[in-house]
């Protein structure tokens, strides 16, 4: 059977060994998004927490790039460099003066962890009360989206993902979710659709509806801009399942993306 085409869009959210837990050289991921036919790829590792302070660091987990490879890793670089970086609420000045000493094409925002619940991995979260977990999630979202830091608000389906669906609150998750696209297409921020997401509505039904459906129906509706991102850890998921993606993004009457460099962003036409 041949393999699946993969669409020419390009891919946003890629890693590296840097972040400590992708595999693979840079140059293999590089030679596997030509081999796709991807028009651009972008480099997105984790920055590591070290700007906080240290009574942060001593309570907040961390998967990130040591200090001393964020300089290495962005002069390897040699097609569009960002960082995935956790927004961290009251930190937002360390991180600034960090970002300050790098030229970055894109940055963008995630949540694995909140603050509230502990500083661990959101799946550590799995046997607690949903809901409580919910809310703060979607606050920190909408908190990163108004820091003005992030030109792009990465997988916001992680929390779905990662903690149990609270069945009785379907309507008020999906309000969430409307609430964010709609700050974020006000702020000027992009939204990302990761591989993962998609995937993840594949296989998974929750009550209530189909959240990923509900991202699209948010998007289109309120017209912020997307990203597009695997988030492969290995090179041959570069790409990863858009020969499906791009589709149903089309679907839903998406028809254009993002793409940026230096800061600066250009609307392109889906395939």
């Known amino acids: 059977m041949a393999p699946e085409k993969i669409p020419p869009v390009a891919d946003y959210h890629v890693h590296t060994p840097y972040c400590g837990h992708a595999q693979g050289k840079m140059v293999d991921y590089v030679k596997c998004a030509i081999d796709a036919g991807l028009p651009e790829i972008g480099f997105s ?12 660091k001593r309570r ?3 998967w990130g790039m040591d200090q001393r490879n964020l300089g290495r890793y962005l002069s390897e670089i040699a097609i569009r460099s960002g960082l995935e970086i956790d927004y961290i609420e009251g930190a937002e000045d360390l991180l600034r003066s960090i970002l ?7 940055l963008l925002g995630s949540i694995h962890c909140l603050p509230s619940q502990g500083w661990k991995h959101l799946a550590h979260y799995a046997r607690k009360d949903p809901w409580p977990v919910y809310e703060q999630y979607f606050a920190m979202a909408q908190a990163a989206i108004a820091s003005g830091i992030f030109d792009s608000l990465a997988h916001i389906d992680f929390i779905w993902r990662y903690v149990k669906w609270p069945d009785t609150k379907a309507e008020q998750v999906f309000a969430n979710i409307d609430h964010t696209i709609k700050m974020a297409a006000d702020r000027n921020v992009a939204i990302e659709i990761n591989s993962n997401g998609f995937l993840w509505s594949q296989l ?8 990923f459906e509900a991202l699209l129906t948010s998007l289109k509706k309120h017209g912020a801009d997307i990203t597009i991102g695997s988030d492969a850890h290995k090179p041959e998921f570069v ?5 499906g993606l791009i589709p149903a993004l089309k679907r839903q009457g998406i028809k254009r993306y ?8 250009r609307s392109v036409a889906l395939p």
Do not use: C
């Open 45 to 56: 590792d984790h920055l590591g927490r070290y700007y906080l302070t240290k009574s942060q």
């Open 60 to 62: 907040y987990w961390d």
């Open 100 to 106: 300050s000493l790098y030229s970055l094409d894109y």
């Open 204 to 211: 998974y039904k929750v009550n209530g509806g189909d959240p």
């Open 239 to 243: 790409g990863k399942a858009y020969g």
């Open 258 to 265: 993002t793409t940026i460099e230096q800061r600066k962003r």
